[in-house]
């Protein structure tokens, strides 16, 4: 049981990680902002992280990502990746990254799985050589450990104990990492939003390598990266029959500032814009959204005014809803209920959406 700040509300559904109810938070304010930008400062500074986004004068400014960073020298970016060396900025290049990965046996759990041809027909036969799962076969999950987000939810929050200082890796290496019952990559993390040069260089090598053998370049992102290393992630994954899968948080401005860190605004009209592209490959699906189910804060009304925006765009879009599991700084929130759940089921499909699957369904309480 934790308490609001503001309005002394006590419940279970309040995380004392971020000390506002979500009523609260929305209904915004000097406090209410107050408040949530302490509880991410709190936790970043445990990883020596910047508490904001760098805005420096004179700094250099990055383009990487919607958050803009002006770094002064010997500062590092929101990040951690990036960082000013005598005035030259350096790190998050297509050189090295802070990146690790694993191979994983299809059909793998991922938020796609109901859709791609990793585990079903979709894109068959030019995309995938079966009707059945990818069994035998693996994807190569790719973590990138630096985000462009500090979600006080975060699953995998461990990311930031290697942003700053971590290993680096080259996108040969990566690339190298591909063998012959690799079927797809999947860029995650953290996010490969600010270390997307890397992605994109070891994809191209990895399907020089490859020749003609089925090899899918997936990503799932929240969707901050520059337009330009977007256009090109979208360019690889139409060829070879990957998919992009964009978190979306929540829909209201201050919730998501309050829970992430940082703006929507870029996840959005990025989002937007790949809506455009379905048009050149319908199947397998190339846009496909997911949105975490936080007890308390991301409820049905968020889900609703998400689904309806996605719906407007294209109501065939998968939309996969995501149980949640108690991680980070709101680790005293419950695991989300069944009812939570069918709520927000609902409310996607009566805004319009015509493919929306539940997800972690182990997870329901």
Not at 173 to 201: N, W
Request: aromatic share 8%.
């Amino acid at each position: 049981m934790s308490v609001c700040e503001l309005c002394g509300r006590e419940s279970t559904l309040i995380s004392a990680g971020l000390g506002l109810c979500a009523a609260c938070v929305q209904r915004g304010g000097r406090k209410a902002r107050e408040y949530a930008t302490e509880a991410h400062h709190r936790e970043r500074r445990r990883f020596g992280l910047p508490g904001s986004v760098p805005r420096s004068q004179p700094g250099a400014r990055c383009r990487q990502c919607a958050n803009g960073c002006r770094i002064a020298p010997g500062q590092v970016g929101y990040c951690g990746v990036r960082a000013n060396k005598s005035g030259r900025l350096i790190g998050g290049d297509a050189a090295a990254a802070a990146v690790s990965w694993y191979h994983d046996a299809l059909p793998t759990n991922c938020v796609a799985d109901w859709v791609c041809p990793a585990s079903t027909s979709a894109g068959y036969p030019r995309f995938t050589d079966t009707r059945d799962p990818e069994h035998g076969y693996t994807n190569l999950a790719v973590f990138y450990e630096a985000c462009s987000f500090d979600c006080l939810f975060c699953q995998n929050w461990h990311f930031r104990e290697h942003s700053i200082s971590g290993p680096r890796r080259t996108a040969a290496e990566l690339a190298a990492a591909v063998d012959q019952r690799t079927r797809c990559i999947c860029y995650f993390g953290g996010d490969p939003s600010c270390q997307m040069a890397h992605a994109l260089k070891a994809s191209r090598l990895a399907l020089d390598q490859a020749g003609n053998r089925i090899l899918r370049i997936c990503w799932e992102t929240n969707g901050s990266m520059s337009r330009s290393a977007l256009r090109q992630a979208v360019q690889l994954s139409l060829e070879t029959g990957g998919c992009i899968k964009f978190d979306l948080k929540a829909w209201d401005r201050s919730l998501h500032r309050a829970l992430c860190g940082v703006s929507n605004r870029r996840t959005l009209a990025n989002f937007d814009w790949v809506s455009q592209w379905i048009q050149h490959r319908p199947d397998p699906p190339l846009l496909i959204a997911s949105t975490l189910l936080i007890p308390g804060y991301v409820d049905a009304e968020q889900v609703g005014r998400l689904a309806r925006f996605i719906a407007q765009r294209n109501r065939d879009i998968p939309c996969t809803l995501l149980a949640f599991h108690p991680r980070f700084a709101m680790s005293d929130l419950p695991t989300t209920s069944r009812e939570h759940a069918e709520r927000c089921l609902a409310a996607a499909r009566e805004a319009g959406l015509t493919r929306v699957h539940l997800g972690n369904l182990h997870l329901l309480s």
